[in-house]
């Protein structure tokens, strides 16, 4: 961040200089990961729940779980009807004037049937439409906390490079106030002409780092406006503290109930599918008027039943199918337990080595912003020449992007241990 205000106003370059140095350093180390991540003018205060909240109703797949909800009600309402499907109506009407025949027999026939459930058909298919819709709902569930992991990659990755740009602005600073010194000192025979060449080059190295940092801040910005609609960095803190995950904890996983889900519906469709082994039957009235000319004909009426046989020809390839969805199921239930524990496990050890971390980066920078001050006064007395005030700063502002990484990684990691233990920050 550049100073803000009047800077030693005509006052001594070195400073000027030193005010710089600090300015860039001290908030780098002592500023909260979320302060430095914010910096950009257009940014919008948001924490990370509040981010999370409105990429989700941003996201367009949320609309499909909500549909498939939908479905599984109607579903579910079809399961409690009084018929399968809906009733039918058949007629035929018959005479022999087309032939030519003389004899005038005449048959006008009226037939309506309609579905019956077979035994059990009914209670299994609201059973089936109850667990897609419970499904549907732990699916929804399961990708809102996928959502919290890529928006935590990606905030991440915007709170780094925003403040390696920051870093690099006032790395930049640093560089031409350093510069402008060496160009006096030079003018006035107290500095060599080497040494200003080699301030002037550092500033032009400054504007190159300043560049790129731009690029890659402008870069994770898009990617950040593509599921919050802005750029905004959120802050990377979360009200839920990281817990020890346990068997209770992961039975509330939403991405182990979703695949439990899934187990169940594949069960429900097995035992829907055993139990639709035939063709529902079906049950009807007739009306049948016969007629001839002169005949005492008259009009009758019936009762139609129909009742199909069971074939392994049909029900064998269709159990089979049912048979090997929940086998996938049960695979993938699985599956997803032990990516649980092994995501956790990764997740925990990248807590402890960002704890460790911080605390090494944030003492490195400091000592290093100290040497800085050390020695460009040594410059200023004629002990050392101003590479070696090229090179301090270097390392001062190398360190101290390394300390503010290095937060950014722990608040980072704080929430990922959160998301790997299944919960929504």
């Not at 740009?165 to 350093?178: M, N, V």
């Not at 006035?188 to 731009?214: H, I």
């Not at 005030?389 to 502002?397: D, G, M, P």
């Amino acid at each position: 961040m550049v100073l803000r205000g009047r800077v030693a106003d005509g006052g001594d370059p070195a400073r000027k200089r030193r005010l710089i140095v600090a300015a860039a350093i001290v908030p780098a180390l002592l500023a909260p990961p979320h302060a430095r991540a914010q910096q950009r003018p257009r940014a919008v205060p948001m924490t990370f729940h509040q981010a999370l909240a409105l990429a989700w109703d941003r996201l367009p797949q949320r609309r499909t779980y909500v549909a498939q909800q939908e479905v599984a009600a109607a579903q579910n309402l079809e399961g409690s009807a009084l018929f399968p499907d809906a009733p039918s109506v058949s007629s035929m009407y018959v005479n022999d004037n087309m032939l030519g025949s003389a004899e005038d027999y005449i048959t006008t026939q009226v037939q309506v049937t309609t579905p019956l459930w077979l035994p059990g058909e009914g209670t299994a298919t609201q059973k089936l439409a109850q667990a897609r819709g419970a499904a549907a709902s732990a699916a929804g569930e399961a990708a809102h906390l996928s959502l919290a992991l890529q928006l935590l990659n990606l905030s991440a990755r915007a709170a780094l490079d925003a403040a390696a740009r920051d870093i690099a602005q006032r790395r930049l600073a640093t560089s031409q106030a350093l510069a402008t010194d060496a160009r006096n000192r030079f003018h006035t025979g107290e500095g060599a002409e080497a040494d200003m060449l080699a301030a002037d080059a550092d500033v032009g190295w400054a504007r190159v780092n300043v560049s790129d940092a731009e690029a890659r801040l402008a870069g994770s910005l898009a990617s950040l406006a593509a599921l919050l609609g802005g750029e905004t960095i959120p802050r990377l803190v979360s009200p839920v503290r990281p817990a020890a995950l346990g068997p209770e904890g992961m039975a509330h996983d939403p991405r182990l109930a979703a695949a439990q889900r899934a187990v169940e519906v594949a069960q429900a469709n097995l035992r829907l599918v055993r139990l639709q082994d035939r063709n529902d039957p079906e049950i009807g009235v007739v009306g049948i008027n016969e007629k001839q000319y002169g005949a005492p004909w008259d009009t009758r009426f019936g009762v139609v039943l129909r009742f199909s046989f069971a074939s392994e020809a049909r029900n064998a390839p269709r159990r089979a199918a049912a048979e090997e969805q929940l086998t996938q199921a049960e695979a993938r239930l699985e599956e997803a337990r032990r990516r649980i524990v092994a995501q956790y496990r990764q997740a925990n050890a990248t807590l402890i080595s960002a704890e460790r971390g911080a605390a090494v980066a944030v003492r490195a920078a400091r000592e290093l912003a100290q040497r800085q001050d050390m020695v460009e006064r040594s410059w200023k007395q004629g002990e050392m020449p101003l590479i070696e005030v090229v090179r301090a700063n270097a390392s001062a502002f190398d360190a101290a992007f390394s300390a503010a990484r290095s937060r950014t990684l722990l608040e980072a990691a704080r929430l990922e241990v959160v998301i790997a233990q299944g919960v929504i920050p």
